[in-house]
């Protein structure tokens, strides 16, 4: 089983950034897309944003974004490392949820089959 650890949520102040990490351990499965999803009071747990191999030649990524967080969020991840990052810009009362990091073994992040266990991020106005 991956096991993934998130880090960096907080409270911060409308307008500003916030950076989570997602740790997570090695696995004898291949991932094909890291992603972020989101899970807000009273909400279904969303898709935020997820990074996949688009070509396994090329090794060139692929980059994916609801459309409430695009332009404001970037997604990245770092393979020696093993972690993945969502940098969170010019954030937004709205934003305020559980952050989840998920590794998805087949498809784009969409359908994560593995989850941390999730990072407030508050945000006040």
């Known amino acids: 089983q991956v096991q993934l650890v998130e880090s960096g949520g907080g409270l911060v102040q409308a307008g500003g950034s916030l950076r989570l990490s997602c740790a997570y351990s090695?696995?004898?499965?291949?991932?094909?897309?890291m992603a972020w999803h989101r899970q807000a009071p009273g909400k279904q747990r969303e898709f935020v944003a997820s990074?996949?191999?688009?070509?396994?030649?090329?090794?060139?990524?692929?980059?994916y974004y609801a459309d409430a967080v695009k332009g404001r969020f970037t997604i990245s991840r770092d393979y020696a490392n093993n972690t993945g990052y969502l940098q969170m810009n010019s954030l937004k009362p709205e934003d305020t949820a559980v952050y989840y990091c998920?590794?998805?073994?087949?498809?784009?992040?969409?359908?994560?089959?593995?989850w941390g266990r999730g990072t407030q991020v508050t945000v006040s106005s």
């Open positions: 998920g590794a998805d073994r087949f498809s784009n992040g969409r359908y994560p089959n593995y």
């Open positions: 990074i996949a191999r688009a070509d396994s030649i090329t090794r060139a990524e692929s980059e």
């Open positions: 090695r696995s004898i499965f291949r991932i094909n897309a």
